[in-house]
């Protein structure tokens, strides 16, 4: 982290390789590798993370993730796995494939139609999986 002229590159390296210090198959292990691994997070995870645990008040698990997912929508193909991981999640905490589909559409508005129709494949991906399974 001493490089002056690129101190992001050098902090990068730094991770990068603690990461394969930790674990060589780090090197090359991708979003989709993880999310082979780990498709969707066990439900008292989520209900922790996502529901009503820290805040028995505020937003369901359900209105959070679409929130997460109107986020990820905005961001585009950059967040690929994570938009495929959300949308698992969504439909597990009763989200329905209409209000994930006007959720994503919603984001046309404010990250436009190129990252809107990426969001809506990688959804309709996830939804025609669910299906045969």
């Known amino acids: 982290m001493s490089n002056p002229t690129n101190p992001f590159e050098a ?3 730094a991770g990068q390789d603690w990461a394969k210090a930790l674990n060589p198959a780090l090197e090359s292990f991708t979003p989709k590798g993880f999310e082979a691994m780990w498709p969707t997070m066990p439900k008292d995870v989520m209900e922790s993370v996502m529901g ?14 679409l929130l997460t997912l109107a986020g ?3 961001l585009g193909a950059q967040a690929e796995a994570q938009i495929r991981l959300t949308v698992r999640h969504a439909r ?9 589909a006007e959720t ?20 309709n991906e996830v939804m025609e999986e669910d299906e045969d399974q």
């Open 11 to 13: 902090m990068m390296k």
């Open 52 to 65: 009503k645990t820290f805040n028995p008040d505020g937003l369901d698990s359900k209105t959070r993730l």
């Open 72 to 74: 990820l929508t905005v």
């Open 92 to 100: 597990e905490a009763g989200a329905t494939k209409q209000e994930i």
């Open 104 to 123: 994503i559409a919603q984001m046309g508005m404010f990250g436009g139609i190129p990252a809107m129709t990426k969001a809506m494949e990688l959804a």
